[in-house]
């Protein structure tokens, strides 16, 4: 089946599909390589064509943060183009030319976040190291997959945290996790110790962690869901921007697949611009723009703070009734950590 046949879904299934005159409508709005060569600013869009090649064509010194998600090292089809897994050393090879190609574009002040799977992290490490300072390494648990009869399965994906200096933008504050508070201490009076007490239950906002167990990848009653065969949740997204930009910043993602940083970025109120290969990727990021002008919100992220999955009934009720403004809701935050992440001295 061809990317622009319809396919037959369920009747509550809430992917994003493309009709012929979205694409129609919204083809003229990409950017190709040569209109780049016209531009005396960075733009705001979407760009169809190889990143690498686009690079070249793009101004200096303008990202204040570069999310990087290329194929990772397996074989995958996107579209119908694959991806083929490769050894170690040889993966290493392309992704160091790929990151070189994007460091001009990069600020002094940039942080840059780059993705992948346990194997492909084993090249990530070496070239970021080479290129940035590594701060960091995320892994977030991934509950799609298959089992497997002669290993374990693979549940996990890193997000290698790097900037190009000591001196970078982190948010603390903006990424706190809501969490449930299973034996809450309360002071002599009786009234809740660094907690919540809410009809829903007991919550604390915690401090954010390297470790992210609440993250949904998306699927089919999602409204962010699109068939893109790699997608990015918006939530694991949002976490990157409110923690290393603020308003107005600018964001790129090289490849951009269907366009969740762009959209994330969008709602969040950041600039952003997204390079990607495939026609009709660009333009299922297109259209997720286009939906984002009146659906902004993005799933689990509520009343400034980010939940835990299968939260959503208590996260209605909680900024529908009882929504505290961000300044009150640091009296119910965790303990502040040295800077680095280690414990206060």
């Not at 080479?130 to 995320?138: E, P, Q, S």
């Not at 611009?273 to 009709?280: P, T």
């Amino acid at each position: 089946m061809s990317s622009q046949e319809k396919k037959q879904r369920a009747g509550r299934n809430r992917t994003i599909e493309l009709t012929q005159d979205d694409r129609v409508r919204l083809r003229p709005r990409l950017l190709t390589l040569s209109s780049l060569n016209e531009l005396d600013t960075p733009p705001q869009s979407t760009v169809l064509g190889d990143a690498v090649q686009a690079a070249s064509r793009l101004p200096t010194g303008f990202v204040d943060l570069m999310i990087l998600d290329p194929p990772y090292n397996l074989t995958k089809s996107f579209n119908g183009r694959k991806f083929t897994k490769c050894p170690v050393d040889e993966y290493a090879t392309w992704l160091d030319g790929v990151v070189g190609a994007f460091r001009h574009l990069l600020k002094p002040t940039a942080t840059v976040y780059v993705c992948g799977d346990w194997l492909t992290s084993a090249s990530i490490f070496n070239v970021c190291s080479a290129h940035f300072i590594v701060r960091n390494r995320i892994t977030w648990e991934r509950e799609k997959g298959r089992g497997a009869q002669a290993n374990w399965k693979n549940c996990s994906e890193d997000i290698w945290f790097c900037t190009c200096s000591d001196n970078y933008t982190f948010n603390v504050d903006a990424v706190k996790l809501r969490r449930k508070v299973i034996a809450p201490y309360r002071h002599d009076d009786g009234s809740p110790k660094d907690w919540m007490q809410e009809s829903g239950g007991n919550f604390r906002d915690t401090h954010p962690s390297n470790l992210w167990t609440d993250i949904s990848v998306p699927f089919w009653s999602m409204p962010e869901n699109t068939d893109h065969p790699t997608q990015k949740a918006e939530k694991l997204i949002a976490k990157l921007v409110l923690a290393s930009t603020n308003l107005g910043d600018f964001v790129f993602d090289p490849f951009l697949g269907s366009g969740t940083t762009s959209v994330v970025a969008k709602k969040l109120g950041r600039r952003y611009l997204g390079i990607e290969l495939d026609e009709e990727f660009c333009l299922l990021a297109e259209r997720r723009l286009e939906l984002a002008e009146s659906r902004n919100e993005i799933q689990g992220f509520a009343d400034g703070v980010f939940w835990e999955r299968n939260t959503l009934s208590i996260q209605q009720r909680h900024v529908s009734g009882n929504g505290r403004p961000p300044a009150e809701r640091l009296l119910f935050s965790d303990a502040t950590e040295g800077a680095n992440g280690d414990d206060p001295e």
